[in-house]
């Protein structure tokens, strides 16, 4: 049985705004480190080096990324623990990891060769853990904040108010989906992928297709928002949409009784 859409939760002193700030980053940043490990190296290293080779080389980005993970975090870790500066001592190192994350990405689109592609990709695990590990330093400072996000099911809830256009009034989730990993036999998050649905309140279809489903939850600073919920209704829902990845993903993948899909983030679209 899945945990319920909404608890009632403990006040906390950040905004619903900063905590899903905070929320984005940390899926964010998973995200690109998922999709690095799974689609993006494979592709690049085997159009950069011969087929035969490809495991070995792709190996040898694995293990160079292991380490330059664990020695930027013991040297960011005591850094940040001393820094004194106007935005704090964390969200400096967050800002900057994203914005050499964003640079070593278009690195790594560019490289000509293996060489230039193993550089890219130290040095965007360099990036990403200049940001991560204060980020969680940041959630492991604020008891409360980390009882809070501890309460919600994998992330923070956002609702929007559909407005003209043809936009879909519903509830948007995104969920990671588990597949087979080859090397340890069982059904893990880090092997699978991530997929969207959105529940048409009004025709009751679940819409898989994401060009269909962004321009539904695309908003910026001025969308109107509202977060008053009906909690049944959203619970059903959920229940629905699980059901029907039971019967479609899961069952395409074969997996085995108790392999679930796992909610990440969800939103609520509502009439005006």
């Not at 619970?235 to 899961?250: A, D, F, G, P, V």
Request: with cysteine.
């Amino acid at each position: 049985m899945s945990a319920p859409m909404a608890e009632e939760t403990q006040e906390s002193k950040w905004s619903n705004l900063a905590l899903l700030r905070l929320s984005a980053f940390g899926f964010g940043t998973n995200g690109v480190g998922l999709t690095m490990d799974v689609i993006i190296l494979p592709a690049l290293t085997l159009f950069l080096v011969a087929d035969e080779l490809k495991n070995t080389y792709l190996g040898f980005l694995g293990v160079g990324g292991l380490i330059v993970a664990a020695l930027v975090q013991l040297s960011i870790a005591s850094l940040s623990d001393r820094t004194r500066s106007p935005l704090g001592k964390r969200l400096p190192y967050l800002l900057w990891g994203c914005a050499f994350l964003c640079i070593g990405l278009v690195g790594l689109g560019l490289a000509p060769n293996y060489a230039i592609l193993f550089v890219a990709w130290m040095f965007i695990q360099g990036s990403i853990n200049i940001g991560y590990g204060p980020y969680q330093a940041l959630i492991q400072e604020d008891p409360e904040l980390e009882s809070y996000l501890d309460r919600l099911p994998g992330s923070v809830f956002s609702s929007r108010i559909r407005e003209s256009g043809g936009l879909k009034s519903g509830v948007f989730f995104c969920y990671s989906l588990p597949a087979l990993d080859s090397e340890t036999g069982s059904f893990t998050e880090v092997a699978g992928t991530t997929r969207w649905y959105l529940y048409d309140r009004t025709t009751g279809e679940i819409v898989e297709e994401p060009s269909t489903i962004v321009g539904n939850v695309r908003s910026d600073r001025d969308t109107p928002r509202s977060t008053v919920t009906d909690e049944e209704w959203l619970k059903e829902i959920r229940t629905s949409i699980e059901k029907h990845i039971r019967n479609t993903y899961l069952k395409r993948v074969d997996a085995p009784v108790g392999v679930k899909p796992a909610l990440k983030c969800w939103m609520e679209i509502k009439e005006g």
